[in-house]
């Protein structure tokens, strides 16, 4: 097509083609809306879009370090600290920095390499390989790259003078953080539990107030140019961290310790096999005192086996480097830190009849002197039940069966109740529903379902076998017994507090409900505590100047592969008069001794009573038996007159035989001093001439005696004598030395303490 070409018009201007104006008008109406739309999106880049455009702006240029908030602390009842922090240290370093600080020294004709520089020197001080902070080193895109966390003040001071030498302050930083720090250790670990590598409750308490506890994270935002170095005058931001609130727990620390001592000595003692657990709580609120499980594990190093479980991991002849070895570990860490007291579920055995003996007084099925003649077995439903005194009993009034655990005496009394009325008080004393404790994880009943609840069934739970319920619903249903008929809700945090101590939650002790009478606990209470004072099968749960209620307990396991193995156990509460504190223990699969939880439990059940009710304020009241019987420590007579030593013994009623002159002074004796020996048969040898030879004895064996003639044995011998165990060998029949602490055979100074270890071996479960 030709060309078309401007024309000049008649007055010689030149004139536009039309087509060429059009064209320039479009050109200029595109131009005017780009122009246009450019406008319009300015204006929103300015209001609408700005502050998330400015956001955009902002990221590129700043860096967001975390301000951690501090966790609140986990406190005992009386404000010790169970959980805190400490200050510790992460050392990082800035990978660009380096590398742009290199570019730099080599310009300037350096030789320094400084990523071997501080690869050397960083993985010494830290005790990291120097592979590995060569490779953080690598990352020169990153100004954050992490060598060490939780590292300590001295190693820190380290690692500053070794950035002071060299100059490094901009390509290695100390970022001060807080690491969980437990005082007690392994104190009530399996309740108080512990956190993870980030600050985050991974267990118990821990775990269960963790949103609590944590508190807010704030932001510490400033801009930093492409080297990652501050740029002053420029964007910054501070957003404080919100610390978190303080946990008071309802733990007793001196409690604990109690129940934790006792706890590994009954475990230790029985060579138990699958652990033990035990809870001390407030029957009146459900305030747990103390909850502990055995092994315990180090709260400051969670991740270590305790050494029970090394040893099942070293024996299991896996490569140390298997799969099946770190699969075998994993599972030994978390059965270690699984709370048995509360996640497993156990046959309770006899310790269920106090529970059966409530339901029958209080539906009136049964009197108290009613008797009934065990011939060591009963028929139900075409099935012979045995009683654990395959003998049978005997002639036993209603009282007597509890206090001796009687099978058929209690089939007999379910049987009355019948299976609705039964199943009815099994939801009412809370068996088929959890406790609703504050501990993760928390474990539940297993018992036949209502519509398939036979009498047979009916028969065999009356006295505590065929089903599971946990320790803690067990404990709880027992001192719903104790309390007077109420259920309380066992728990183990009373309030939590800010840091300036004000009041963010209290717990409501409220009961959820009755259960039973406050007449039928007072007779149940009676009948438990004349089992411990008499001759009950709970003897050896005795404590002198107190009234203890206690019911033991064993039971076969019915898991595969399980048999021939028993949990032993013993709960008993305090004063029976007037209830307060409750105790329980269990032993899983004890080895060793008589295999009863009259044994394997109740003297340890006891022996934590002993310990926390004289602390807890609960004053003993002796009989004048019980007097008689107690224990004195032996004073310092060395140095003293014989005649000061002659008055002083008199008045504290304890014999005093001297050997050589009756003027002389004393410089020797035995008992030695602060020796505690039984106050009804304390005798103190004395010695006034130092060349006088010492009057030696042999050790008679007392192992196996009776509680009375080994007494009579070693008072005849010559010796002191300091009773371990039972302390009620005298009322009844039955308590047995099990140990001496000095070998028979032995010649020993006449007057030296024996100790020996009485309990009662009868055949009650």
């Known amino acids: 097509m030709e060309e078309k070409t401007p024309q000049n018009n008649e007055n010689g201007n030149t004139t536009v083609h039309p087509r060429v104006v059009k064209r320039s008008g479009v050109l200029l109406g595109f131009a005017a809306l780009m122009f246009a739309v450019l406008l319009v999106r300015i204006l929103l880049l300015q209001t609408v879009d700005y502050d998330r455009y400015q956001q955009k702006v902002l990221e590129q240029i700043t860096t967001e370090s975390k301000v951690n908030a501090s966790r609140g602390n986990i406190y005992d009842c009386n404000g010790v600290l169970l959980a805190t922090n400490v200050s510790t240290y992460r050392v990082f370093i800035s990978p660009s920095t380096v590398a742009s600080s290199q570019s730099e020294h080599d310009q300037a004709g350096s030789n320094i390499q400084l990523d071997m520089l501080i690869s050397e020197n960083l993985s010494k001080i830290l005790n990291v390989t120097y592979e590995f902070v060569m490779k953080q080193t690598t990352y020169t895109g990153y100004l954050d790259r992490t060598i060490k966390k939780e590292v300590n003040e001295d190693t820190a001071d380290r690692v500053r003078a070794f950035i002071s030498e060299y100059g490094l302050e901009r390509m290695i930083y100390l970022e001060t953080t807080q690491t969980r720090y437990y005082p007690y250790s392994t104190l009530a670990s399996h309740v108080i539990g512990f956190t993870g590598s980030d600050g985050t409750g991974l267990y118990g308490l821990e775990y269960y107030y963790d949103e609590m506890l944590a508190g807010t994270n704030g932001r510490y935002i400033t801009a930093r140019d492409s080297q990652g170095n501050e740029m002053p005058y420029s964007y910054k931001e501070y957003i404080p961290a919100q610390d978190g609130y303080n946990v008071n727990s309802t733990l007793d620390v001196y409690v604990q310790s109690a129940l934790e001592e006792q706890l590994q000595t009954a475990y230790t003692e029985s060579g138990g ?7 001390v709580m407030n029957v009146q609120t459900g305030e747990i005192l103390a909850m502990a499980v055995y092994p315990y594990f180090d709260l400051n190093d969670p991740w270590e086996l305790d050494e029970q479980s090394l040893n099942k991991l070293t024996q299991s002849g896996h490569e140390l480097d298997s799969q099946e070895y770190s ?3 994993q599972e030994l860490l978390l059965n270690m830190w699984n709370n048995k007291a509360i996640t497993e579920a156990y046959i309770p055995g006899s310790t269920f009849k106090v529970i059966t ?6 539906e009136d099925v049964v009197s108290l002197q009613e008797t009934y003649s065990c011939a060591g077995a009963l028929k139900v439903s075409d099935r012979l039940i045995h009683c654990h005194k395959r003998q049978g009993h005997g002639t036993l009034t209603f009282v007597q069966g509890i206090q001796q655990s009687c099978n058929p005496w209690l089939m007999r009394v379910g049987l009355r109740l019948g299976t609705d009325t039964f199943y009815d008080y099994l939801k009412a004393f809370g068996y088929l529903e959890k406790t609703g404790i504050d501990l993760p994880g928390e474990g539940n009943s297993l018992f036949a379902s209502e ?14 076998q065929n089903f599971n319920v946990t320790l803690i619903q067990q404990i709880t249903a027992v001192s719903a017994v104790a309390n007077g008929g109420y259920l309380v809700t066992p728990h ?7 840091q300036n101590g004000a009041l963010i939650y209290s717990y409501d002790s409220t009961a959820r409900r009755q259960v039973v009478s ?4 007072a007779t149940v209470s009676q009948i438990l505590e004349e089992g411990v004072s008499g001759n009950g099968g709970a003897k ?9 209620a206690a019911k033991t307990g064993t039971s076969e396991k019915k898991n595969a592969g399980s048999e021939g193995e028993y949990i032993c156990s013993t709960v008993a509460y305090a004063p029976a008069d007037d209830p307060q504190y409750a105790v329980i223990i269990i032993v899983d699969e004890p080895t060793e001794g008589v295999l009863y939880g009259s044994t394997v439990a109740a003297p340890y059940v006891g022996s934590v009573m002993e310990t926390i009710l004289p602390y807890l304020g609960v004053e003993a009241v002796y009989t004048d038996e019980e007097l008689e019987k107690m224990t004195l420590t032996i004073p310092d007579l060395r140095y003293c007159t014989v005649s000061v030593a002659k008055n002083y013994c008199k008045q504290k009623g304890i014999e005093l035989e001297i050997i050589g002159d009756e003027d002389g002074v004393i410089y020797k004796q035995y008992p030695e001093k602060e020796t505690v020996v039984e106050k009804s048969s304390a005798k103190i040898i004395v010695y006034t001439d130092k060349n006088s030879e010492e009057d030696t004895v042999k050790v008679p064996n007392v192992t196996g005696m009776t509680a009375v003639a080994a007494n009579q044995t070693l008072i005849n011998a010559g010796l002191n004598i300091r009773i371990l165990g039972t302390k009620n060998y005298l009322s009844g029949t039955g308590a047995t030395v099990v140990s001496q602490s000095v070998e028979a055979g032995s010649e020993v100074p006449r007057g030296t303490v024996v100790e020996v270890t009485f309990l009662y071996l009868g055949d009650t479960d």
Request: hydrophobic residues 50%.
């Open 492 to 498: 183990l945090v009373s309030s939590v507090t800010d």
């Open 357 to 362: 003996a409530a339901m029958a007084l209080e």
């Open 327 to 329: 699969a075998l570990r």
């Open 518 to 521: 406050e007449e039928v606990c």
């Open 540 to 548: 050896n749960a005795y404590v002198a100047g107190y009234r203890i």
């Open 451 to 464: 519509e398939a609840f036979s009498e047979l069934d009916l028969a065999i739970y009356a006295f505590g």
């Open 273 to 279: 096999q699958n652990r033990a657990a035990g809870v």
